[in-house]
């Protein structure tokens, strides 16, 4: 089965569904994210995205306007039995290709940073707290 990354609003309730449902398995339960921060009444304020194969929804990821000039993604997950195999980055590399020539930030959880680094992203500022996991901020500038 062919694999795509497709972007959607909170609108088409069957793939906010199925990211939701990535989310639920990887934040709230591998992660033990509390339901309260997982759900932070954002999404409809994002462009969410959505890698599937054929049927099966893989990965996801959300992006929402931060400061101008700006976006900031978050909540990039892949189901855990899929990771290691370029899933990852295919899902950032489509929201980057969509987004152009936008500033990006987000907060990566440390564990990950080499991930984001890959991609283009650099480091900046210290490490904090959030979600009881330690996280710094990375930026990709305008290119
Ligand atoms: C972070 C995450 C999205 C990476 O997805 P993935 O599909 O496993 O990553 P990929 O296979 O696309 O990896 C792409 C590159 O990043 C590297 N990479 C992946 N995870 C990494 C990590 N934790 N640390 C350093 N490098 C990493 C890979 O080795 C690969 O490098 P290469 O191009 O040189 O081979 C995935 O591990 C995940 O969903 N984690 C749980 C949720 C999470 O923590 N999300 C981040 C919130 S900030």
Same mark, same amino acid.
């Given at each position: +089965?062919?694999?795509?990354?497709i972007a959607?609003r909170?609108g088409?309730?069957?793939? +906010? @569904? %199925?990211?939701? !449902?990535i989310r639920? &398995?990887?934040?709230?339960?591998?992660?033990g994210?509390? @339901?309260? $921060?997982e759900?932070? *009444?954002k999404?409809d304020?994002c /462009? !969410?995205?959505?890698?599937?194969?054929g049927e099966t %929804? $893989?990965?996801?990821?959300?992006?929402?306007?931060?400061?101008? #000039?700006?976006?900031k &993604?978050?909540r990039?997950a892949v189901?855990? /039995? !899929?990771?290691?195999? #370029?899933?990852?980055?295919? &899902? +950032? /590399?489509? $929201?980057?290709?969509?987004? *152009?020539s936008?500033? $990006?930030?987000l907060y990566?959880?440390?564990?990950?940073? #080499?991930?984001?680094?890959?991609l283009g992203?650099?480091? /900046? *500022? @210290?490490?904090?707290?959030? @979600? *009881? &996991?330690?996280?710094i901020? +990375?930026?990709r !500038?305008?290119?």
């Amino acid at each position: +089965m062919a694999r795509q990354v497709i972007a959607f609003r909170t609108g088409d309730a069957a793939r +906010m @569904a %199925a990211a939701r !449902h990535i989310r639920e &398995i990887v934040f709230c339960q591998e992660q033990g994210v509390s @339901a309260d $921060l997982e759900w932070d *009444g954002k999404d409809d304020a994002c /462009e !969410h995205f959505l890698l599937t194969d054929g049927e099966t %929804a $893989l990965a996801c990821a959300r992006v929402r306007p931060y400061e101008p #000039g700006c976006f900031k &993604i978050e909540r990039v997950a892949v189901l855990k /039995e !899929h990771r290691g195999r #370029g899933l990852g980055a295919e &899902i +950032m /590399e489509a $929201l980057m290709a969509r987004l *152009g020539s936008k500033t $990006l930030v987000l907060y990566a959880q440390t564990a990950v940073e #080499g991930f984001y680094t890959r991609l283009g992203f650099a480091s /900046e *500022g @210290a490490v904090f707290q959030e @979600a *009881g &996991i330690d996280h710094i901020k +990375m930026v990709r !500038h305008s290119r």
